[in-house]
């Protein structure tokens, strides 16, 4: 037994890609606090040498993980620059009073915070997080069921094309079909809808039956509020 329970904690330990000596299962309030806090300061900062210190902190950072989640960070990072850039060169360009480096640098270094807190953070715990906090219990659960349901949908999408290739075969390609499969997609989605409505009803759900669990604070929070306050002084001292 206690075996097992050794390997389903290891398994999480890899499943969730967190660093080598701080290994958990959760995301903490405080860590979401810190990613939040770090991203306004960033994005408040006019002082290349803090954006420096804080790039070079994410940077040391993503050095304790492991080498298949430095990957994973490192494309998650050039997709997320990708499509930046693509909506946000245009009006840096062509906009006055705006230093169009010390913009992106700054876009850079969220980006960079952005993909290692993506990585590194399991969203269950990202949404447990953002109960703590006191967000809107509402937005919060919608934004899980929303989550949950894109895997389905992808499911759902995969089966109408492959369903519609066999039934197709031989045939010359109709432009009507991509009307057809986005229909029966949006068949699929109500009638999905509409049973998990249902079956929550049934189950009696509530949002006032979700349970908050207590504030706890433990070592890996201290590091997060030691991180937060030394790079606050550092933005105050600096700006």
Known sequence: MKEDLFNQETYREEE??????????????????????????????????FLWITSLFFLSKLALFKGS????????????????????LPGVI?????????????V?????????????????????????LGMPMLFVQTMDICYKYIYVLGNVTVSIIEAVKLRCIGM????????AIIGQLYLSTDRYTRELYEAMVLRG???????????????????SVLRTVVLLMIFIVLK
């Open 172 to 179: 010359k390609e109709d432009k009507r079909l991509v009307g």
């Open 69 to 88: 989640t430095i990957i994973s960070v490192v494309k998650r990072l050039f997709i997320l620059c990708l499509l930046s850039f693509v909506f946000i």
């Open 205 to 223: 759900y509530n949002l006032n039956n979700l349970r908050k669990k207590r504030l706890s604070f433990n070592r890996y929070d201290l590091l």
């Open 16 to 49: 969730f890609h967190l660093p080598l000596f701080l290994q958990k299962n959760e995301c903490s309030d405080f860590e979401l606090l810190e990613f939040m806090i770090l991203t306004i300061v960033i994005s408040l900062s006019k002082n290349l040498i």
């Open 94 to 106: 062509f906009a006055d009073n705006v230093n169009p480096s010390l913009f992106l640098f700054r």
């Open 108 to 132: 850079g270094v969220n980006l960079l915070n952005l993909s290692i807190f993506s990585a590194s953070t399991p969203f269950p715990s990202f949404v447990k997080a953002l109960r703590q």
